[in-house]
């Protein structure tokens, strides 16, 4: 089963992938679809507020803020990790919880990350806002690092993420239920 979808333009069909008896998503993942990484990072920067610096939790937005940095002629951009690394220092950290990953996670940011982003403009980007768990863990640590967050983007936003008003998206994706059938 899946979900057709028009996103930027451009057309696809999402499959549906069961995450527990009650709940079904429409998996999106713009990893190795250059065509539609490139059209929704067009379309984002038509949208987007006025800012300094961009930040995504890392892996599935990580296409989107490379094009998207790569678009608006900025050179450099953050990553909130999911496991600090060696050459991390200072590291800024929050518990996250989101609903395409199974349990608590733990995400990091740089210090020397946090340093350039204080007192700066930034915006923070996803793939999908569903819960706003990896959201507002992000939106946390650009507080902790003294940034002004002036912007929250996604190229979809699902469920009831889409009645939210404090989100920049370009398209809603609903949910469903354990067999598949949307909901309201």
């Known amino acids: 089963m899946v979900y057709p979808i028009e996103v930027a333009g451009l057309k696809r069909n999402l499959p549906l992938c069961k995450l527990n008896d009650n709940l079904t998503i429409a998996a999106f993942v713009i990893f190795g679809d250059v065509e539609l990484t490139c059209a929704c990072a067009k379309a984002l920067l038509e949208k987007a507020p006025e800012f300094d610096y961009m930040v995504a939790p890392e892996a599935k937005a990580i296409p989107l803020i490379h094009e998207m940095a790569k678009q608006s002629g900025r050179n450099d951009y953050f990553l909130v990790r999911k496991k600090k690394k060696a ?73 009831s993420a889409a009645d939210r008003d404090d989100i920049i998206f370009l398209e809603p994706l609903p949910l469903f239920d354990g067999n598949g059938n949307q909901l309201k």
């Open 87 to 159: 050459y991390m220092n200072g590291v800024f950290e929050v518990r996250d919880k989101s609903i395409t990953t199974e349990g608590e996670q733990m995400l990091y940011m740089d210090g020397a990350d946090a340093a350039k982003m204080k007192g700066k403009r930034i915006l923070i980007l996803d793939d999908v806002i569903s819960t706003g768990g990896s959201l507002a863990a992000v939106e946390d640590l650009v507080n902790q690092a003294g940034g002004n967050v002036v912007g929250k983007m996604a190229i979809l936003a699902e469920g």
